[in-house]
C-alpha cells in the first residue's frame, strides 16, 4: 500500500499515480494499491479495503512522503491502526518516510550537474546558490532533514 499525502493540483496527483503504477510493474507478484490522507482520492481506506477484498493476508504500508512529521508520525499510522483493528486476520506493517537517504541525495545532485550543463555559459558552483523549499511544518526532526540534506548537497 503506497501511503500518499494528496493535493489539491491534478498533476501532483497524477504524478503519485504514475509512482504506484511503477511499483505495480516492478512487483508484479504482490498487489499494489495506493492512497491518500487527503485532497485527493482514493483515500487511504479505500486502497486497504481493496487490498483485504483480494484476499492480502500481509499489508506493508509505505508512506510516500519525504521526511516524517505529522501526517508521517500520526496521521498515517492511526488510519492504518484503523485497518488492522478492523481486519485482525491480516498482518499489517507500517514502513518510513523517504527520509535523508544517499538515493534521494546521488538524484538530487544529478539534476543540480543536469541544470549546470544547460546552462548557456560555464557555471562556477561557487557562484551559485542553491536553493531547497521544504514545505513548512513544525515538526523540529523534519525542519532539521531539510537543512541536513540542503548542507550535504551544497557539500557535495
Excluded at 504506484?20 to 510493474?25: E, L, P, Q, T, V
Excluded at 481506506?45 to 519525504?66: F, N
Excluded at 550543463?117 to 546558490?129: I, M
Aim: glycine share 8%; with cysteine; hydrophobic share 40%.
Amino acid at each position: 500500500m503506497i501511503c500518499g499525502h494528496g493535493s489539491r493540483d491534478e498533476n501532483a496527483v497524477a504524478q503519485f499515480n504514475t509512482l504506484a503504477g511503477h511499483f505495480r510493474k516492478l512487483f508484479p507478484e504482490y498487489d499494489v494499491e495506493s492512497g491518500f490522507l487527503e485532497f485527493a482520492r482514493p483515500v487511504l481506506r479505500t486502497g486497504l479495503d481493496k487490498l483485504a477484498e483480494q484476499g492480502a493476508e500481509r499489508v506493508l504500508c509505505l508512506p510516500g512522503m519525504l521526511f516524517a512529521a505529522g501526517h508521517v508520525k500520526n496521521d498515517l499510522p492511526s488510519e492504518v491502526n484503523e485497518f488492522a483493528a478492523d481486519n485482525p486476520h491480516i498482518e499489517v506493517h507500517y514502513g518510513r518516510e523517504l527520509a535523508v537517504d544517499s538515493r534521494l541525495l546521488q538524484a538530487a545532485a544529478a539534476r543540480i550537474e543536469e541544470a549546470e550543463a544547460a546552462a548557456p555559459t560555464e557555471v562556477d558552483r561557487q557562484q551559485t546558490l542553491l536553493m531547497v523549499v521544504g514545505r513548512g511544518t513544525n515538526d523540529s526532526d523534519a525542519n532539521s532533514n531539510v537543512s541536513k540534506i540542503t548542507r550535504m548537497l551544497w557539500e557535495g
